[in-house]
């Protein structure tokens, strides 16, 4: 198991960029793909991006192809994502976490979970 702990949210702009990360915490960090989810007010949480142990795969939603990206630091036991031309549709809580296998888009499929950032987008 991992612990996760999510950073880095807060209010921008429409067009703006943002950085939120995820501290992990437990031996076992490498061997976990990692996601982020988000879930914005009355919507189901919806996958977001993940990336294999090496950081070598990343796959994403097609809603965020092309903006944002998610990278890892197994070293610092660090994931993040970077988020560009953001819009209020990106405006949600933002959830880190932790995959046993890869491949995943499910949050049934993800295992351990950080409590969330908040990241608000106006326009």
């Known amino acids: 198991q991992v612990q996760l702990v999510e950073s880095g949210g807060g209010l921008v702009q429409a067009g703006g960029s943002l950085r939120v990360s995820c501290a992990a915490s437990?031996?076992?960090?490498?061997?976990?793909?990692m996601g982020w989810f988000r879930q914005a007010p009355g919507k189901e949480r919806e996958f977001v991006a993940a990336?294999?142990?090496?950081?070598?795969?990343?796959y994403y939603t097609d809603s965020v192809v092309g903006r944002f990206t998610i990278s890892r630091d197994n070293a610092k036991k660090m994931v993040y994502l970077q988020m560009n031309s953001l819009t209020p549709e990106d405006t949600a809580v933002y959830y880190c976490?932790?995959?046993?296998?890869?491949?995943?888009?499910?949050?049934?499929?993800?295992?351990?979970w950080g409590q969330g950032t908040q990241v608000t987008v106006s326009s």
């Open positions: 976490a932790a995959d046993p296998s890869f491949g995943g888009r499910l949050p049934s499929d993800f295992s351990s």
């Open positions: 437990g031996r076992a960090f490498r061997n976990y793909a």
């Open positions: 990336i294999n142990w090496s950081g070598g795969n990343t």
